[in-house]
């Protein structure tokens, strides 16, 4: 399978604690994506990267959420003294793009990280 | 803000067309994706652009403001959640909330 993975794909954690998801972008792709899901909502953007460089961030990212990727392949989005509102679906995405601002890639989505806080 | 509609629940028959609308308040947005989720499984992408196009059973039309995606001869098994987005300048995605397909047999 080459599509986008993302691991775990269920963490169950008590507030306070910290945890910290994985994507795998497919291969070839240079562009990188967090999102967040919430129950009856669509996917809300977190973050973004191209390679390495973490080019865009949403307010939505506060100061517990950090995103790296290291050596500009996979992903990792860790939170910090998790808080119930943190519960969510986390999904990766990936893109070739070759253009500017106005690209027109396409998003491949991986299967999610359901987080739940109790 | 920038947000996206679209309608919650859509039902239909086997065999009909089935049409989501879907309307957008983002700001210099000039593309729309529609994608396909099944529970538990990763969003696929149907079709997208900003111009009317087709993939297979999946027609897209495009105005400035609004998009609709239309399936037809929609089975049973298209049953699902269909997610329509907008991308302005830059790289991110504004989804809507979600348009839950039902098909009655």
């Known amino acids: 399978d080459t599509g986008v993975s993302q691991d775990p794909r269920h963490k169950i954690t008590k507030r306070g604690q910290n945890v910290t998801f994985r994507c795998d972008p497919i291969?070839?792709?240079?562009?990188l994506y967090w999102y967040r899901q919430t129950l009856g909502q669509g996917p809300e953007f977190l973050t973004y990267?191209?390679?390495?460089?973490?080019?865009?961030k949403s307010r939505l990212l506060s100061d517990r959420f950090s995103a790296e990727r290291p050596k500009g392949s996979f992903s990792t989005l860790e939170i910090q003294r998790t808080e119930q509102g943190d519960s969510a679906m986390y999904l990766c995405a990936s893109s070739l793009g070759s253009g500017g601002r106005e690209s027109t890639d396409t998003q491949y989505f991986g299967p999610g990280t359901r987080l739940t806080v109790l | 803000k920038d947000q996206v509609f679209q309608p919650s629940t859509v039902a239909s028959s086997e065999g009909a067309v089935v049409e989501i609308f879907c309307n957008h308040s983002v700001s210099n947005a000039y593309n729309f994706f529609w994608y396909l989720h099944f529970p538990g499984c990763a969003p696929r992408l149907l079709v997208k652009?900003?111009?009317?196009?087709q993939q297979g059973r999946y027609n897209m039309t495009y105005e400035r403001f609004s998009s609709s995606l239309l399936i037809l001869q929609v089975r049973e098994a298209d049953a699902a959640v269909y997610y329509c987005?907008?991308?302005?300048?830059?790289?991110?995605?504004?989804f809507g909330g979600g348009t839950r397909v039902l098909v009655k047999p």
């Open positions: 291969s070839e792709h240079n562009r």
């Open positions: 990267f191209q390679n390495e460089a973490q080019l865009e």
């Open positions: 652009g900003s111009k009317p196009s």
């Open positions: 987005a907008c991308k302005a300048a830059g790289n991110k995605l504004t």
